[in-house]
């Protein structure tokens, strides 16, 4: 009865307990055992942890991966859409171009024929002022020739 007593007063041996509190029975290498245990529980939780952290973590990973992946897709298909629409508009401001400079020398060569037209222009003004002063002239002559006419029908008396 009394060996019952003295264990159910001794403590159980743990890491709280120092090791020169330890008795008889109670070797160091049980000691260590029990500490080696409880490192080894200790390090069961953490692998336990880390392992669901682990788990979290890759499925975060993959969901913004998808999530990622298809902002891409989004913006590779815009991409492709506006280099074919700059590649158009490209196309078509050097059709446009061309035009232009086609017109270009068209205008020139209008440009060119005003200049023969205002040359001719001005040869005619002249030649119609010559024109005018001889029509003057002959208006005056016929004036005379009206005047002497009048008087050749209008009898004397």
Same mark, same amino acid.
């Given at each position: ?8 007063? %001794?403590?159980? @041996?743990? $890491?709280?307990?120092? *090791? ?5 029975? !109670?070797?160091?290498?049980?000691? &260590?055992?029990?500490?080696? !245990? ?7 939780? /953490?692998?336990? =942890?880390?392992? +669901?952290?682990? $788990? /979290? ?7 913004? %991966?998808?999530?990622?992946? =298809? ?5 590779? @298909?815009? /991409? ?6 700059? &590649? !158009?508009? =490209?196309?078509?401001?050097? &059709? *446009?171009?061309?035009? $232009?400079?086609?017109?270009? $020398? %068209? ?8 200049? !023969? ?7 005619? +003004? /002249? ?20 005047? %002497?006419?009048?008087? *050749? ?5």
């Amino acid at each position: 009865m009394k060996q019952k007593k003295q264990a159910a007063k %001794r403590r159980p @041996v743990t $890491v709280a307990r120092p *090791l020169d509190k330890l008795g008889k029975k !109670e070797s160091v290498a049980h000691y &260590n055992a029990i500490l080696i !245990e409880e490192i080894k529980s200790g390090m069961q939780q /953490v692998i336990e =942890g880390m392992e +669901s952290t682990r $788990v /979290v973590l890759e499925e975060k990973i993959d969901d913004f %991966r998808k999530e990622v992946n =298809g902002r891409f897709e989004v913006i590779e @298909v815009a /991409v492709t859409a506006h280099s074919k629409i700059l &590649n !158009e508009h =490209g196309t078509k401001v050097d &059709n *446009l171009q061309k035009t $232009v400079e086609g017109h270009t $020398v %068209r205008l020139d060569s209008i440009e060119k024929g005003m200049g !023969e037209v205002k040359g001719q222009l001005s040869t005619h +003004s /002249v030649k119609l002022e010559s024109i005018e002063t001889k029509i003057d002239g002959q208006n005056g002559r016929l004036d005379d020739h009206e005047t %002497r006419i009048n008087a *050749l029908e209008t009898p004397h008396l």
